[in-house]
């Protein structure tokens, strides 16, 4: 439809006479136009305005979220490292058993568990987003990885051996594997600076700390084969378990078996003293495997006296 000229009527209350004022299209157009873009742009400025606060709010629990997502990472981070703590002290317990069952020592590149092959993924959308916190938190899932695969290795290990010992339990009996007399170590297996003579000598045990007449007791079961005094060594009892084991116990204040006696795992066989060349009240306690000394540390499962 065109749009025509337009003829205004002003008729004040006050007079009978009528006032006329003729508007061109024109000045209808402009102001049906100026109306249009007021209101548009009054609608626009409420609109942008809505925009923002909702960015702004949007912005606040993002950086609230990023905040307690870092905090959680944090604990979880800390749990890792208490869990491969753990594993660590599984890994060695684990080495120790699987000796006592006979079986070869895991090597150290076999216990590192490693894998071949990388592959991002949807990851580098996360790096893109949040670098810092995307390298912790990959970090930290490799690190999980890691730790499972450890403890797959362990358990597979420990399968092996429980399937060895089962295989062999007559054998089982015959190893050392407790800790003879209750005290704490002074002296451990290998170099050391004798305490008497102060010279470099190779230490073929351990020194048990222990008090006067403590019991010691066989670590597994064998036929008593000395009881007698040796230089340096004072009273010695010696017990060969078979398979090649033999352990000796030495500084002893009385022997409770004689030669020839069969023993099991937890009987008396002397009592702790200080005979011999020695500083004080002590268990020198040696293992010797096919005739060559070897760690005692290696055989005992447990540091605990029955």
């Known amino acids: 439809m065109r749009l025509k ?20 299209r024109l000045v209808i157009l402009s102001l049906m136009i100026l109306v249009l873009g007021s209101a548009a742009g009054v609608s626009y400025m409420v609109l942008s305005s809505s925009a923002k606060n909702f960015d702004y709010l949007r912005y606040i629990n993002l950086q609230r979220e990023n905040r307690i997502l870092t905090q959680k990472l944090g604990d979880v981070e800390s749990k890792i490292e208490n869990m491969d703590g753990q594993i660590v002290g599984l890994m060695e317990e684990n080495q120790r058993f ?34 810092s916190l995307a390298r912790r938190l990959y970090s930290k899932d490799e690190q999980v990885d890691v730790l499972l695969r450890k403890s797959a290795l362990i358990q597979q290990s420990l399968e092996e051996a429980i399937a060895s010992i089962e295989s062999s339990q007559e054998k089982w009996g015959h190893y050392p594997s407790i800790i003879p007399a209750k005290g704490y170590i002074s002296s451990y297996f290998g170099k050391r600076n004798h305490p008497i003579y102060h010279v470099s000598q190779y230490h073929n045990g351990i020194d048990i700390s222990c008090a006067a007449g403590d019991p010691i007791i066989a670590p597994a079961a064998g036929k008593i084969v000395l009881v007698k005094q040796q230089i340096g060594y004072g009273l010695t009892v010696a017990i060969d378990h078979g398979y090649g084991l033999l352990t000796r116990y030495a500084h002893c204040s009385k022997a409770e078996v004689r030669v020839g006696q069969q023993v099991k795992r937890g009987d008396l066989i002397a009592q702790v003293g200080q005979s011999g060349i020695t500083t004080g009240p002590n268990l020198h306690y040696e293992v010797y495997l ?11 499962l447990d540091n605990n006296v029955p």
């Open 5 to 24: 000229d337009w003829t205004v009527l002003v008729i004040p209350h006050d007079e009978f006479q009528a006032h006329r004022f003729k508007v061109s």
């Open 98 to 131: 699987r000796s006592v069952a006979g079986l070869e020592l895991l090597d150290e590149e076999i216990r590192e568990v490693g894998i071949g092959g990388t592959f991002m993924g949807a990851r580098e959308e996360l790096l893109e987003i949040n670098t």
């Open 290 to 300: 096919d005739g060559r000394a070897r760690d005692p540390m290696s055989f005992i």
